[in-house]
Nanobody, 125 residues
Framework: QVQLVESGGGLVQAGGSLRLSCAAS????????MGWFRQAPGKEREFVSG????????NYADSVKGRFTISRDNAKNTVYLQMNSLKAEDTAVYYC??????????????????WGQGTQVTVSS
């Protein structure tokens, strides 16, 4: 079993920044790829970013490239998502997840087997 707990969401004005954190327990965190997804009301869950087990590989959705940065601290069992230049369209519930793989970063939600409860990010325009 894996437990993932997100934090750091909130209300921010357009152009502002937030840093999300996802603390993991119950599995050897450093062995697995981690991903961030988001889901806005009435929309499907979409891939935001992913990072391989070592942190050596990252991937981003086109909509967040250049604005968001994913990182991880394996000593703290935590993955982060630094979000800058936030836009109203970034408003969503953000989820972290793990896919049980070491190197592969999938972009489909179906590829991830453990999920956190989500944290709300609201960007006011």
């Amino acid at each position: 079993q894996v437990q993932l707990v997100e934090s750091g969401g909130g209300l921010v004005q357009a152009g502002g920044s937030l840093r999300l954190s996802c603390a993991a327990s119950g599995r050897t965190f450093s062995s697995y790829t981690m991903g961030w997804f988001r889901q806005a009301p009435g929309k499907e869950r979409e891939f935001v970013s992913g990072i391989s087990s070592s942190g050596g590989r990252t991937n981003y959705a086109d909509s967040v490239k250049g604005r968001f940065t994913i990182s991880r601290d394996n000593a703290k069992n935590t993955v982060y998502l630094q979000m800058n230049s936030l836009k109203a369209e970034d408003t969503a519930v953000y989820y972290c997840a793990t896919n049980g793989r070491t190197f592969y970063i999938g972009s489909r939600a179906q590829e991830y087997d453990y999920w956190g409860q989500g944290t709300q990010v609201t960007v006011s325009s």
